[in-house]
């Protein structure tokens, strides 16, 4: 079975949903030392079969695949529906109709097959911990079973249950908390504090990310008791990033200087860049995925008609540090 200690360079690309991780990406990752991820939220699992075939071609080194683990919330129909109402002028200015509440499982099962079949050196899992059987499941096929924390408690229970490595994500990460419990804030408690902590109580691998903008960073996390460190938003500008060209310019062109946490885009916290629509929907229920597939062709239409203010923009608070260029060589200068 993989272990992340063994890596040759300690740096593990991020899987970021909804286009920036890509077959490519993964493997130059990979290819460069590291472990790359592809991302299996949002994702068919044809386009998935699709990416795990790829990704065998251009790399003969370890890759992750990261699953969203369903969520029985139940958000209140009653603040669903005000803030869809209260969303209907943002989709009437980008002419679009808002999508319908729905919950789904994100083809859970088909994707579990998908994974054992293939059997990637890791699976991890975020939005919680799956159930054990799930975890023996991997191991058992010989893939390392990781599961996405934000919490000591988190950990204790992932460990509990089966994960044989763990992914500390602190308060800084772009994009999705991994946060268990959806209608919890998440944890502010700083990454370094969160590992050593981690780290106190269990002997399992530890890639740790959030906020990590150079070398620095690497051996800072290293120190308090990281195997690796896992990086998203510093590969965004990557050349193999399918992240597009709104966020691109979004992230190099200096408009913005900060992030902020949001419920606002999907029902869960995640980390973006400030733009009027986060500033303007701080009251977002909890709704995961419901409200996901509420705003889902706001978000396209906004991106499409390369508007900013509404998009969804995901980064780290590191993002200023993001630079263009080959994989290789942003892992390398990480590492």
């Not at 109709?97 to 099962?109: F, I």
């Not at 975890?135 to 893939?143: K, Q, S």
Request: charged share 20%; aromatic share 6%; glycine share 12%.
């Amino acid at each position: 079975m993989f272990d992340l200690r063994e890596l040759d360079r300690s740096i593990v690309g991020a899987p970021m949903a909804g286009g920036p991780s890509t077959p490519e990406l993964a493997a130059a990752v990979s290819n460069a030392g590291g472990l790359g991820f592809l991302a299996a939220g949002y994702r068919t699992p044809e386009d998935l079969e699709e990416q795990l075939r790829s990704v065998s071609t251009l790399t003969g080194g370890p890759v992750g695949v990261n699953l969203f683990v369903p969520d029985s919330f139940q958000p209140e129909a009653v603040l669903l529906d005000a803030y869809r109402e209260f969303l209907r002028p943002e989709a009437a200015a980008l002419e679009v109709e808002l999508g319908e509440p729905r919950n789904d499982d994100d083809g859970w099962d088909a994707k579990l097959t998908l994974v054992l079949d293939f059997r990637p050196a890791v699976v991890s899992f975020t939005f919680g911990c799956p159930d054990p059987a799930v975890l023996r499941r991997m191991a058992g096929a010989g893939i390392l079973p990781m599961v996405t924390v934000t919490t000591l408690d988190e950990a204790e229970r992932a460990v509990a249950a089966g994960a044989r490595a763990l992914a500390v994500q602190g308060p800084d990460a772009g994009g999705h908390r991994g946060t268990f419990d959806q209608g919890q804030v998440p944890s502010a408690n700083p990454l370094g504090e969160l590992v050593a902590a981690i780290r106190s109580r269990t002997e399992v691998p530890l890639a740790a990310g959030g906020g990590v903008s150079g070398p620095v960073d690497v051996v800072r996390l290293r120190e308090a008791g990281a195997d690796a460190v896992q990086v998203g938003t510093a590969l965004l500008l990557s050349d193999e990033a399918g992240t597009n060209p709104l966020h691109r310019a979004a992230l190099s062109e200096g408009r913005f200087d900060g992030t902020s946490l949001t419920r606002g885009y999907t029902g869960r916290y995640a980390r973006g860049l400030t733009n009027r629509f986060i500033r303007e929907h701080q009251d977002a229920p909890a709704g995961y995925p419901q409200l996901h597939h509420v705003t889902a062709p706001l978000r396209r239409a906004a991106v499409d008609q390369r508007n900013a203010d509404v998009a969804h923009l995901w980064a780290g608070t590191g993002f200023a540090s993001a630079r263009p260029g080959p994989a290789v060589e942003i892992i390398q200068s990480l590492a």
